[in-house]
Antibody
Framework: QVQLQESGPGLVKPSQTLSLTCTVS??????????WNWIRQHPGEGLEWIGY???????YYTPSLKSRVTISLDTSKNQFSLKLNSVTAADTAVYYC????????????WGQGTLVTVSS | QSALTQPASVSGSPGQSITISCTGT?????????VSWYQQHPGKAPKLLIY???KRPSGVSNRFSGSKSANTASLTISGLQAEDEADYFC???????????FGGGTKLTVL
């Protein structure tokens, strides 16, 4: 079965760029009709959808983060990545990657999540 | 676009049934039958329970069911068990601008 695993620095300085990678195992990231998503959860709060990259390479970002976000695909490594620039303390959160099905909002499976803290 | 509205907490005794509501607008929940529900235990990743309003992925107990009326979706858990104590989030497709929005989450306590 498909499994996802996030990786990347757990601490990022304000104004710098947050970079995370999601490694997909048990299936090819470029096969099938799937959306590869990033979602975050601020400490003790709800979920916030960040955006997706389609297996074809097209992307879509939530309007509130659109100016700072880039999601990319590396099919040779079966990975997709998130870059969020000009971070502030408000970007401190647990970041999850998840596979989306044909309806976009059906996200399954999810990675275990990785906590990113923005602090100097 | 604002998050979907869920009650902050609900509770029930083992064996009982509870329902969690998720209220949106005519631009999201009301316009599309594309609501999903997730269960999240502390320190764990969310798990998909319901998609397309009422469908269960393979392996999810039939004690979990979803429905929708107008701008409000609902998750019903029947035969409550201690292991059901967790946070529950709804999620909806919200059209071509915002695309995906989540509810604020509901903490379920099994008494």
């Amino acid at each position: 079965q498909v499994q996802l695993q996030e990786s990347g620095p757990g601490l990022v300085k304000p104004s710098q760029t947050l970079s995370l990678t999601c490694t997909v195992s048990g299936g090819s990231i470029s096969s099938g009709d799937y959306y590869w998503n990033w979602i975050r959860q601020h400490p003790g709060e709800g979920l916030e959808w960040i955006g997706y990259i389609y297996y074809s390479g097209s992307t879509y970002y939530t309007p509130s983060l659109k100016s700072r976000v880039t999601i990319s695909l590396d099919t040779s490594k079966n990975q997709f990545s998130l870059k969020l620039n000009s971070v502030t303390a408000a970007d401190t959160a647990v970041y999850y990657c998840a596979r989306g099905g044909s309806t976009i909002s059906d996200l399954d499976p999810w990675g275990q999540g990785t906590l990113v803290t923005v602090s100097s | 676009q604002s998050a979907l509205t869920q009650p902050a907490s609900v509770s029930g005794s083992p064996g009982q049934s509870i329902t969690i509501s998720c209220t949106g607008t005519s631009s999201d929940v009301g316009s599309f039958n594309l609501v999903s529900w997730y269960q999240q235990h502390p320190g764990k990743a969310p798990k998909l329970l319901i998609y397309v309003g009422s469908k269960r992925p393979s392996g999810v107990s039939n004690r979990f069911s979803g429905s929708k009326s107008a701008n409000t979706a609902s998750l019903t858990i029947s035969g409550l068990q201690a292991e059901d104590e967790a946070d529950y989030f709804c999620c909806s497709y919200a059209g071509s601008n915002t695309l995906v929005i989540f509810g604020g989450g509901t903490k379920l306590t099994v008494l």
